[in-house]
Every structure is written in structure tokens, then in C-alpha cells.
């Protein structure tokens, strides 16, 4: 097998894109094992340093698996594969925030649509229980609890998808969203009554479409939940 002589100066990436693309090309399969650092140093002319941070960073991006007395392998792909690198991507790009509205509309809007499909009377339940919840957390003034259940809420559409991929990249998407962004969206139920309202009926819009069974409507009632609350949060974090 053979391979490039590194010449740029972040060579550790040269490294890492030379494996992926070997992957991709099917020269190297799952379970096979890769040379000794020593070898793949003298393979890329470069030092083992260099080679050894692309390990680390093969291995973070779940692409290699490295066992202690063994060697390092090629890791069996599977959807916690896919999930891993846009984990990271997000975490690093929390400021992208324009990119995780994007990203965001794409997901729930889906979810919705879905849901509308698929969801089962115990799901439907579920949903419904969330925004009962929230119209509670109303009453009583509680916007860190209604955070926590609008949270809940769009997990349990996801839920209802019943689409294991598309449940996970979801979570991955708005965890990390929440994550950057929790202090903005509590001012959502803290700071404007009016605020809080307008989103609970907007969820009540969401959950009737989804439990009438309406695909295109329970969409369409996410993206306008979605723009208008994209709208407020853009007041506080951008």
C-alpha cells in the first residue's frame, strides 16, 4: 500500500485526509488494521508526532479504533459514526448561529411532517402532555421549567418520527443549539407574557396537526413556531 510523502505544514490533516480517502476507496475495510506508527512515518516522511495526532484525530471522529496490545483498526460504520463528527462540528461552531436556524428548521419540520404519519396514540399522548406542562409553567411564572418542557415537547415529535437517524441528528442539533443559546431562550417566557403565549399556541398548532393526522400543516406550523422564535433569540445572541 502506498502512500504520499507529506509536504504541507499541518501534515497531521494530510495524514488523516490520506486514510479517509483510502476508506472511501474501499483500499482499507472495516477491521483491517493500520501499519505501526513507525511504519506510516516512514510511509508519509514525517515524524511519528505528526502521525500519531492524526490517530487521535481519526480516532475522535470515530473512524479508527485503536485497542491497547492489538493495533489500530478500521471501525465498523454505523449511525453513532455519522452523529459523532457533527457533535463535534457544532460544538466548535456554536457561533455559526444562522447555520443551526438553518439546520434546525430542516430537522423539525421534517419531525413534524413525519410525526403526522406515524405517531402512535401513546406518542401523541406524550406530546400532549408536554404542552399541558408548559401551559402549567405559564400560570406560575416559571420560565426555566418552560424551557424544559418546550425541549421536552420537540423531542417527543421527534420521537414520534419513529426514524432512529433522523431522531438522533435532531438531538445532536438541538442539544447543542440549547447549549449555546439557554440563557436567550429562558427570556422567551421570562421577559414577555405575550412571548410565552404566542408559543404555547404555537405548539398547540403543532400537536393538532400532528394528532389530525395532516403532514403538510404540522410542517408548516413548525416553520412558523420556528421563524418566530429564531426572531426573538436573534434579539439576545446576535
Sequence with gaps: MDFTPIKTKRLYEEIVEQIK?????????????????????????????????????????GVIDIRPGEGTFVRRTGADDIIRPLAMFLAVERSSLLDMFEMRRIFETANARLAADRATQEELDQIESTLEAMRERLNVLDPEKGEEFDAAFHYAVAEATHNSLLNKLFKTVSEEFSKANSVARRQLYHDNADNAQKIIDQHSDIFDAI????????????LTHLIFAEGELRKWIV
Design 21 to 61: 480517502q483510502l476508506i472511501t476507496d474501499g483500499r482499507l475495510k472495516p477491521g483491517d488494521k493500520l501499519l505501526a506508527e513507525r511504519e506510516l512515518a516512514d510511509q508519509f516522511q514525517v515524524s511519528r508526532a505528526s502521525v500519531r495526532e492524526a490517530i487521535r484525530t481519526l480516532e475522535m471522529l
Design 211 to 222: 394528532r389530525d393526522r395532516e403532514p403538510i400543516k404540522a410542517s408548516e406550523a413548525m
